[in-house]
């Protein structure tokens, strides 16, 4: 699935070991490609924490990954899925030939360097760092009490915005 961060990815729900700071929890993987993933998870860590990863492949041993988390999402909001987009910094073989079953020309976003030898990590160090697109400034969510149309900023969904007609509590809906 082509989006608008210019790089080949799809969802595939795997079950995911992640540990940071000596604290070690578990959630699933969506949104792959060579250079990062998304998280599900409700213990999401803070933007620029380190983390080390594990992914159980099918059919495969199990993936270490070194990654940096870019963007944390918690929220009560059921719509929005709970978790981290995680840039890949060191990336492994394994991990590398499993993307590239699902999208063939990986190995363009990867750029020119090829899978090495080393079989415990690849960094990659060449490749630029792609700023993230903005989300959309608001979003205009209708009220499922009144049918009232409120203009809610993005970045304060997570606070359990609230009618400003009638009061209640607003959910977004995907």
Request: glycine content about 6%.
């Amino acid at each position: 699935m082509k989006t608008t961060r210019g790089k080949e990815r799809f969802t595939r729900r795997l079950e995911t070991e992640f540990t940071s700071d000596d604290k070690n929890y578990r959630g699933i993987t969506s949104d792959l490609s060579i250079n990062g993933l998304f998280i599900r998870t409700n213990h999401a860590f803070a933007p620029d924490a380190l983390l080390d990863i594990v992914i159980h492949l099918p059919d495969t041993a199990d993936v270490k990954l070194k990654g940096r988390v870019i963007r944390s999402i918690k929220t009560p909001v059921v719509s929005l899925k709970n978790g981290m987009g995680v840039e890949i910094l060191e990336n492994n073989p394994l991990y590398i030939a499993f993307v590239k079953t699902v999208i063939p020309n990986a190995q363009e976003e990867q750029g020119a360097e090829g899978p090495t030898l080393d079989t415990t990590f690849h960094k990659h160090v060449d490749e630029p760092s792609q700023a993230e697109p903005l989300p959309p400034e608001f979003t205009i969510i209708a009220c499922p009490k009144c049918g009232a149309r409120n203009k809610v900023r993005t970045a304060k969904l997570s606070h359990g915005p609230k009618c400003g007609k009638c009061g209640s509590l607003l959910t977004a809906r995907a």
